[in-house]
């Protein structure tokens, strides 16, 4: 089975600043996907992020980056910059076997950004 | 048109009675999925189906079933709906060879009253 743990309910970083929000898991298979999504508000899943179990290089998509520690299986979020309208929900996420299966979420952290 | 579609969006319904909640898509994905979201719970999976044929059972699966009506089609139901089924539930779909996640549907905030 697979488990995500996100240990920060919520977090409050002053606008423009970098913020890295915290995810672990846990599983026994040796391929898996980890992913970052974004939800504002409004209620909708933004994708942001992938990264799979062998990419020897961390992921980037803009002002988000993955900091992929595989052996602290951890799975960091790095937002560089921030803005006022990165205040959101993120949820981390992880699926067997690198692909689109089952993906199981972490509680989620809520992101304000102070202006 | 949105690529993943359900409906309703917004429903409040009495205890015990039926409730189908529709999701449609027009990404040609096989693999759809339905999840209820709670305040600090995150998501979590109820049912998922990799094609027509395929169903499955999630993580939460007890009072709740589906029907893949077809490719582009899944639905969920609760038979006799209960208080601690308000939740705002998503459907989602994916494909094999993406390695985006899944294709979200804006959500349908269900309340058992």
């Known amino acids: 089975a697979q488990k995500i743990t996100q240990t920060q309910p919520g977090m409050f970083v002053q606008e423009k600043e970098a913020v890295t929000l915290d995810c672990t898991y846990d599983?026994?298979?040796?391929?898996?996907?980890l992913f970052w999504y974004k939800q504002p508000s409004s209620g909708e899943m933004i994708f942001l992020i992938y990264?799979?179990?062998?990419?020897?290089q961390n992921a980037t998509e803009g002002r988000y980056s993955l900091n992929f520690q595989k052996a602290r299986k951890s799975a960091n979020l790095v937002i560089s910059a921030s803005q006022l309208g990165d205040s959101a929900m993120y949820f981390c996420?992880?699926?067997?076997?690198?692909?689109?299966?089952?993906?199981?979420f972490g509680t989620g952290t809520r992101l304000t950004i102070i202006p | 048109d949105a690529d993943v579609t359900q409906t309703p969006r917004n429903r409040i319904t009495k205890t015990g009675k039926r409730i189908m909640l529709e999701c449609s898509q027009t990404?040609?994905?096989?693999?759809m999925y339905w999840y209820r979201q709670d305040p600090g719970l995150g998501l979590r999976l109820i049912y998922y189906?990799?094609?027509?044929?395929?169903?499955n059972k999630g993580e939460i699966s007890d009072g709740y079933s589906v029907s893949r009506q077809a490719q582009a089609k899944f639905s969920l139901s609760l038979e006799s709906a209960i208080p601690n089924q308000t939740a705002l539930y998503f459907c989602?779909?994916?494909?094999?060879?993406?390695?985006?996640?899944?294709?979200f549907g804006s959500g349908t905030r269900l309340t058992v009253v």
């Open positions: 989602a779909t994916s494909d094999l060879s993406s390695n985006y996640g899944y294709t």
């Open positions: 599983t026994s298979d040796p391929s898996y996907g």
């Open positions: 990264q799979g179990s062998y990419d020897q």
């Open positions: 996420a992880m699926s067997p076997n690198f692909g689109n299966e089952k993906l199981t």
């Open positions: 990404k040609g994905h096989d693999r």
């Open positions: 189906s990799f094609d027509v044929k395929d169903i």
